[in-house]
């Protein structure tokens, strides 16, 4: 691998990243095998007892590919993006140590753009505040934060839809826990830099960054995507969610919030005591269609936040792992090695 020029001292890392089900697990085997290592870049992979519903790459996979900031939390834990920006940039710093290639794989795109780009200077999420949100937006409306928000934050929301929920919520939330407009602390940056190696800077500046976006085309990927979440049901998922339970962990916890997990729990609107507050669904097959059906509608939100990420180089994945792989080989990897 080279290890830069005289230009600069950073290291060379290769990110690759794709929504859900586009295959990326398997294009890495194929690709490196024995040169890399992979940083995940997955929000719920990090959980413990969380393999079959968030994908984790098997333990023969990791044994030929070994991957790093998977089951590191246990599912009532809290992890954020500057967690994922300090963990990784560490895990990418030991395996350039090794003589390896530091690979950042995963679908959750605002990890990846923090890690590029820098993180902001903004506080950090606020469980409380944020559930106090959710909350009032459903009780008084999304008119109603926004007047909030025009009165405390005007720049922000000027620069915010009132339809997109997210960015609403972090800046009234920002607001309620400092007592400062989220218009007032520095953003990261909207560009990145070129580097000697050909990569992007960004603003992480010990790192080279070679940025690769896998694309499929939609039929195709919800195709997979409903393959992948059929697959899970053979694979034992409702038994995972159920041991998960009844270790006490509940869609209260960040874990089993995620996308093929939270789908499995019915909320009882008037329980006796707080303990029984969640049971299970019965209904497998209506989970399973759910569960497909929020998969297929998280697909779309990430495509639409990795057309954000600059300096991307896509390539389409219409043809096999393999094929896919020797592509991305032909393109990019003769700079990194």
């Not at 679908?107 to 009032?136: C, D, Q, V, W």
């Not at 915010?160 to 009234?172: F, M, T, V």
């Not at 009882?268 to 019965?282: H, I, M, V």
Request: proline share 5%.
């Amino acid at each position: 691998m080279k290890t830069g020029s005289s230009k600069t001292e950073r290291t060379p890392v290769l990110i690759l990243f794709g929504p859900t089900a586009s295959g990326k697990t398997k294009i890495l085997l194929e690709l490196f095998k024995d040169k890399a290592e992979v940083v995940s870049a997955d929000s719920m992979q990090v959980y413990r007892g969380m393999d079959i519903g968030t994908a984790k790459p098997s333990a023969e996979e990791r044994a030929i590919l070994p991957h790093h900031l998977i089951d590191i939390c246990d599912p009532s834990q809290q992890f954020n993006a500057g967690d994922f920006v300090r963990l990784a940039g560490e895990a990418c710093a030991e395996i350039a140590s090794r003589g390896k290639l530091p690979v950042v794989s995963g679908g959750t795109g605002f990890y990846l753009k923090n890690l590029i780009m820098g993180l902001s200077e903004a506080p950090p999420s606020n469980i409380e505040i944020r559930a106090l949100l959710k909350r009032e937006l459903a009780e008084k409306g999304a008119s109603a934060l926004m007047d909030e928000l025009s009165a405390c934050d005007p720049v922000s929301a000027q620069r915010i839809h009132i339809n997109d929920e997210y960015r609403l919520l972090r800046a009234l939330e920002v607001f309620r826990s400092c007592g400062s407009p989220l218009s007032a602390f520095k953003a990261n940056s909207n560009t990145v830099g070129d580097s000697a190696e050909g990569g992007s800077s960004g603003n992480n500046g010990d790192f080279s960054f070679t940025i690769i976006g896998l694309s499929r085309q939609r039929e195709e990927l919800y195709r997979r995507i409903n393959f992948r979440c059929a697959e899970m049901f053979k694979s034992g998922l409702p038994a995972e969610v159920r041991s998960l339970y009844e270790k006490g962990y509940t869609p209260d916890d960040p874990g089993l919030r995620a996308i093929g997990y939270r789908e499995f729990f019915i909320e009882d609107p008037d329980p006796a005591d707080s303990s029984s507050k969640w049971r299970l669904s019965q209904d497998i097959d209506g989970v399973q269609a759910l569960i497909a059906q929020n998969s297929r509608r998280y697909a779309k939100r990430q495509i639409t936040f990795f057309a954000g990420i600059p300096d991307v180089k896509w390539i389409e994945c219409e043809q096999g792992e393999k094929e896919t792989a020797e592509l991305i080989q032909e393109e990019f990897t003769q700079r990194l090695f």
